[in-house]
Nanobody, 126 residues
Framework: QVQLRESGGGLVQHGDSLKLSCAAS????????LGWFRQAPGKEREFVAG????????YYSDSVKGRFTISRDTAASTVDLQMNNVKPNDTAVYYC???????????????????WGQGTQVTVSS
């Protein structure tokens, strides 16, 4: 059974950096896509960043491009999200997710991820 466990959330100030980590277990992720989503209070969950487990190709939403970096360590089976120059509107619960269909869903904007972590809270103060 696939399990995704996030860590690294917390309270930071505007302009600070923060690194989230996702421990992914339960299988060899081969051609899967792993990604990060977030949900702010009163808003729908939105895609933040994704990565091909096999190739390392990355994808970002426009709102975080240039500030956030997603990476994966296939040996440690982790996916990290380095968040730089954070802003108050980055405040949200951040979720790690896995898509058995690979990155096609990300490319098409469908985001049909199969497995989800419990989430970690990130709060950015102004």
């Amino acid at each position: 059974q696939v399990q995704l466990r996030e860590s690294g959330g917390g309270l930071v100030q505007h302009g600070d950096s923060l690194k989230l980590s996702c421990a992914a277990s339960g299988r060899d992720f081969g051609s899967w896509a792993l990604g990060w989503f977030r949900q702010a209070p009163g808003k729908e969950r939105e895609f933040v960043a994704g990565i091909s487990w096999y190739s390392g190709t990355t994808y970002y939403s426009d709102s975080v491009k240039g500030r956030f970096t997603i990476s994966r360590d296939t040996a440690a089976s982790t996916v990290d999200l380095q968040m730089n120059n954070v802003k108050p509107n980055d405040t949200a619960v951040y979720y790690c997710a896995a898509d058995s269909g690979g990155t096609l869903g990300i490319v098409l904007g469908k985001y049909e991820f199969d497995f989800w972590g419990q989430g970690t809270q990130v709060t950015v103060s102004s």
